[in-house]
């Protein structure tokens, strides 16, 4: 019996590690992580003069871009395969890699937020080499460049050289961009601080509030306060601590999430032993009915209990994040009097509601 019993843990236990992962993989899966890095998808150059001893570099100066930009870590590199399977498809022609609006379609199709499109030109033994980098989005030209050389064994060399500077151009205005638009801006910066952890950064936040007006905190503090009836809500209707992972309580929902699937487990166990009773002798069969009813009640209680603070945790989270959330950003609840309304939100609750005077 003992040897049965530790066959059917052991099944159990893999059973269990197994939807675990399962159940949490979306939470960490690198997939959910998200980032503010762009895509650069980059075209093959236009052989402009069609010189044929020059082919190779419609492929070789992009391959040379790829590179070039790889190394500032600013950006990620779009497949090059895919100017080549649109070209396949019959959907564009090498004769029209080069126009501005062929490389924005392609590139909102495969939801680039930069295209880089080059072309060269060949003559005399001279060369005439031509890149843009343009946005999307805004279908706004970032950085033009153009360059001249000589068709000899320099050649690459030189392309490298070009394509070097532009992505270093790139990565400036890259740069300077998120700076402006988060770091200059305090709420922008505070914003950012928060999403990356309240706890470890309270004290950057704290220094960093004391530039905005007490409006501003509080809009700060709507935005990113946590409200607990969501996730009170998904804890109690679908359990294993789901709407405590969801709000951002890692530590809660995973403590439920192990207590709910360990007392299902024993609860699944103990009715499985009571229906299917060890009937070797009457001592067994005594013993393996004690074991299925303990095991059972044991993970009904274990269950009721669990669900009881996941029912009662994102209340407790809540309250403790609202109130380190408000004394990080200063935030001062008293109305002024030249306020019209307020959107207040409790720190204890995180319900919300208008003031009008």
């Given at each position: 019996?003992?040897?049965?019993?530790?066959?059917?843990?052991?099944?159990?236990?893999?059973?269990?590690?197994?939807?675990?992962?399962?159940?949490?993989?979306?939470?960490?899966?690198?997939?959910?992580?998200?980032?503010?890095?762009?895509?650069?998808?980059?075209?093959?150059?236009?052989?402009?003069?069609?010189?044929?001893?020059?082919?190779?570099?419609?492929?070789?100066?992009?391959?040379?871009?790829?590179?070039?930009?790889?190394?500032?870590?600013?950006?990620?590199?779009?497949?090059?395969?895919?100017?080549?399977?649109?070209?396949?498809?019959?959907?564009?022609?090498?004769?029209?890699?080069?126009?501005?609006?062929?490389?924005?379609?392609?590139?909102?199709?495969?939801?680039?937020?930069?295209?880089?499109?080059?072309?060269?030109?060949?003559?005399?033994?001279?060369?005439?080499?031509?890149?843009?980098?343009?946005?999307?989005?805004?279908?706004?030209?970032?950085?033009?460049?153009?360059?001249?050389?000589?068709?000899?064994?320099?050649?690459?060399?030189?392309i490298s050289k070009f394509t070097e500077e532009m992505?270093?151009?790139?990565?400036?205005?890259?740069?300077?961009?998120?700076?402006?638009?988060?770091?200059?801006?305090?709420?922008?910066?505070?914003?950012?601080?928060?999403?990356?952890?309240?706890?470890?950064?309270?004290?950057?936040?704290?220094?960093?509030?004391?530039?905005?007006?007490?409006?501003?905190?509080?809009?700060?503090?709507?935005?990113?306060?946590?409200?607990?009836?969501?996730?009170?809500?998904?804890?109690?209707?679908?359990?294993?601590?789901?709407?405590?992972?969801?709000?951002?309580?890692?530590?809660?929902?995973?403590?439920?999430?192990?207590?709910?699937?360990?007392?299902?487990?024993?609860?699944?166990?103990?009715?499985?032993?009571?229906?299917?009773?060890?009937?070797?002798?009457?001592?067994?069969?005594?013993?393996?009915?004690?074991?299925?009813?303990?095991?059972?009640?044991?993970?009904?209680?274990?269950?009721?209990?669990?669900?009881?603070?996941?029912?009662?945790?994102?209340?407790?989270?809540?309250?403790?994040?609202?109130?380190?959330?408000?004394?990080?950003?200063?935030?001062?609840?008293?109305?002024?009097?030249?306020?019209?309304?307020?959107?207040?939100?409790?720190?204890?609750?995180?319900?919300?509601?208008?003031?009008?005077?």
């Amino acid at each position: 019996m003992i040897q049965h019993i530790k066959s059917g843990k052991t099944q159990i236990i893999t059973f269990t590690i197994i939807c675990m992962t399962l159940i949490t993989y979306p939470v960490y899966s690198k997939d959910n992580i998200q980032t503010s890095v762009p895509k650069v998808l980059i075209l093959d150059f236009a052989n402009t003069t069609n010189s044929s001893d020059h082919r190779y570099l419609e492929t070789s100066a992009p391959e040379s871009f790829s590179a070039s930009l790889s190394k500032t870590k600013k950006f990620e590199v779009m497949d090059r395969n895919i100017w080549n399977n649109e070209v396949a498809k019959g959907n564009f022609s090498n004769k029209n890699v080069f126009d501005q609006n062929t490389a924005v379609s392609i590139a909102k199709k495969y939801k680039a937020d930069i295209v880089i499109i080059g072309s060269f030109i060949v003559s005399g033994g001279q060369i005439q080499t031509f890149a843009k980098a343009i946005e999307v989005s805004t279908e706004k030209i970032l950085v033009n460049r153009k360059t001249e050389g000589v068709t000899d064994a320099n050649i690459i060399p030189s392309i490298s050289k070009f394509t070097e500077e532009m992505s270093s151009e790139m990565s400036d205005l890259f740069s300077k961009t998120i700076k402006t638009n988060s770091f200059e801006n305090p709420q922008n910066e505070i914003n950012s601080l928060i999403d990356d952890g309240l706890e470890k950064n309270k004290d950057k936040i704290y220094n960093v509030a004391e530039k905005l007006s007490n409006n501003e905190r509080l809009f700060i503090f709507n935005t990113k306060s946590k409200n607990a009836m969501l996730q009170f809500i998904g804890n109690g209707l679908l359990g294993f601590g789901i709407g405590s992972i969801i709000q951002g309580d890692l530590f809660g929902g995973i403590i439920a999430l192990c207590g709910d699937f360990g007392s299902l487990t024993a609860l699944a166990t103990g009715s499985y032993i009571l229906i299917n009773p060890f009937n070797n002798n009457s001592l067994t069969a005594q013993n393996s009915t004690s074991l299925g009813s303990g095991l059972v009640i044991g993970g009904a209680l274990a269950f009721i209990g669990f669900r009881v603070f996941e029912l009662m945790r994102p209340w407790g989270y809540s309250k403790l994040y609202n109130k380190m959330l408000s004394e990080s950003l200063r935030v001062n609840f008293s109305v002024s009097p030249n306020m019209n309304t307020i959107n207040y939100v409790s720190p204890q609750f995180g319900a919300s509601w208008v003031t009008k005077f």
